[in-house]
């Protein structure tokens, strides 16, 4: 059987095994296509089944979570941990809590999770989980009592040698803390179980902010090797949570203008430049939406939703230099991506995880456009996490300079990485192959050397 013949059965077989799980199915065609120059060159992947065995969860956790809402009624939610791969360390990969959560989401992060944390290099196992909960419009007292509730679960499958979750859209520190707090009241031990803590607990320096500046530093890595540099770029940014808004901060540090941010009512276009205090008071303090961005600034335009264009989103009709998309999978389809095209943007870096439809981008890859996939340019924030877990086992606590210059470094390996391997395979440039060869042969070569297990 040929590469490209084994890799149509594990396709067909992944629909078979997990019917209506899109956005899974979309992320393993992407991979396993990428794959082809290494598996036509290197017969032992084949010979050793591995994308058969790599597309399967090594565990799958599915819960029900019951939790009492503020007028003491009963609520149900699901709950998830797909641990994925630990052929190179312990799980470790976020949790999401949204009501869009289902199988197919949480796989799908899961499975990019594995090769992302390969490329940082770190010793780290690939996972992701979360809930269908809705945090919105939910008092402080609900989202304890539902984070207690998910944990009441989720502690049995989880410990610091075994699987570290940490946040992901609709997990920051408030809900880690809430986490953390149920854990060690159960196991009666305090151990680094969750990353993303509070400074004062066992957090680290600098895991706020480096899933968004770690995508900054990608994307300088990346114009450096084509003889440019962010400095004097006018930046679109979608999204207005924690990675939009660090990416939007080390934008402004390294001398580029974020133009825009989004949520999921509207977008905010600000010409002068997005200002920053405004947002993290609107997005971090208050849980507002960025309507209230308007009454602050009135030479800014606010898009609501309702007026987006047909099968696009108005913050990428902006015209920019680099699109740092920020805020979940499939945000950014085909009619956006030739709008960028066509507005002269010439980089498109990806702080979400998947922000990228499979048609936008088969067609930014035929363009002459720069693309940075997510698994590699928001890779700054788990490996950060694993600083965390370094720090945690040490029982040390690390300034944020010290941090932050690691994460630099990682930065810049991952680009090294992904750039290098693209140039081994022909390709170069092309980093979502560079990206996903390097993750995948990692990952691959280790659970080779640890037998059919
Ligand atoms: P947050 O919850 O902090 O922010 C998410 C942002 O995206 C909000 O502005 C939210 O708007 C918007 N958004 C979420 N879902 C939708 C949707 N279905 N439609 C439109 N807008 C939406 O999450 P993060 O910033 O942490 O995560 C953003 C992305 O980055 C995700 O893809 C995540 O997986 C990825 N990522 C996060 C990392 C991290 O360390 N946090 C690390 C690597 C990747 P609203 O507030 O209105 O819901
Ligand atoms: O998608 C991701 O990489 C994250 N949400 C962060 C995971 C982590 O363990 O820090």
Redesign the pocket.
């Known amino acids: 059987m040929s590469s490209r013949e084994e890799v149509e059965r594990i396709l067909e077989y992944i629909q078979e095994c997990s019917p209506g799980q899109n956005e899974f199915y979309q992320a393993s065609e992407e991979v396993l296509f990428s794959l082809l120059p290494l598996l036509e060159n290197d017969s032992r992947y084949l010979n050793n089944n591995i994308l058969e065995r790599i597309v399967v969860p090594e565990r799958t956790i599915i819960f029900r979570v019951s939790w009492i809402n503020d007028t003491g009624e009963i609520k149900t939610n699901l709950g998830y941990r797909v641990q994925f791969n630990s052929a190179i360390g312990p799980y470790k990969g976020?949790l999401?809590f949204?009501p869009?959560v289902n199988l197919g989401i949480i796989k799908f992060?899961g499975f990019e999770q594995i090769f992302?944390n390969a490329l940082t290099g770190l010793p780290i196992g690939g996972a992701k989980g979360g809930s269908n909960f809705d945090p919105?419009g939910k008092s402080d007292n609900e989202i304890m009592k539902f984070c207690q509730a998910f944990m009441s679960e989720l502690y049995k499958h989880i410990g610091k040698n075994k699987d570290v979750p940490?946040?992901?859209?609709?997990?920051?520190a408030r809900e880690i803390g809430y986490l953390f707090g149920q854990y060690k009241r159960l196991r009666g031990e305090f151990e680094g179980v969750l990353t993303?803590k509070g400074l004062n607990w066992g957090g680290s320096k600098a895991?706020k902010e480096?899933?968004?500046y770690g995508s900054v530093y990608f994307a300088e890595n990346f114009l450096n090797a084509n003889n440019n540099t962010i400095k004097g770029k006018t930046c679109a940014v979608?999204?207005?949570?924690?990675?939009?808004?660090y990416t939007i901060e080390k934008l402004y540090d390294m001398g580029a203008t974020p133009i825009s941010?989004?949520?999921?009512?509207g977008t905010i276009y600000h010409k002068n430049g997005i200002v920053l205090s405004s947002l993290k008071e609107i997005?971090e303090v208050n849980?507002e939406?960025?309507e209230a961005y308007t009454l602050l600034h009135d030479d800014c335009e606010y898009i609501a939703?309702k007026d987006y264009p047909e099968d696009g989103h108005a913050v990428w009709q902006i015209p920019c230099d680099i699109a740092f998309p920020?805020?979940?999978?499939n945000?950014l389809t085909l009619n956006d991506a030739k709008q960028l095209l066509q507005n002269g943007c010439i980089l498109i870096n990806e702080?979400?995880?998947?922000?990228t439809t499979a048609e936008a981008l088969k067609f930014i890859q035929e363009s002459k456009m720069l693309f940075s996939p997510?698994k590699a340019a928001?890779?700054?924030?788990?490996a950060?996490?694993q600083l965390e877990m370094s720090q945690n086992a040490s029982m040390e606590q690390w300034s944020f300079e010290e941090v932050d210059i690691k994460l630099r470094t990682i930065m810049q390996d991952i680009f090294n990485t992904a750039y290098n391997t693209s140039k081994e395979f022909g390709c170069k440039g092309d980093l979502v192959t560079g990206a996903n060869i390097a993750g995948f042969r990692k990952v691959a070569d280790s659970m080779i050397e640890q037998g059919a297990i």
């Open positions: 976020g999401r949204h869009s992060l992302k919105k940490a946040g992901d859209i609709g997990v920051s993303g895991r480096a899933t968004g979608s999204g207005s949570g924690n990675v939009a808004i941010c989004s949520d999921s009512r997005k849980h939406t960025l939703i920020s805020a979940t999978q945000e702080g979400a995880n998947m922000p997510g928001n890779a700054g924030g788990v950060t996490s």
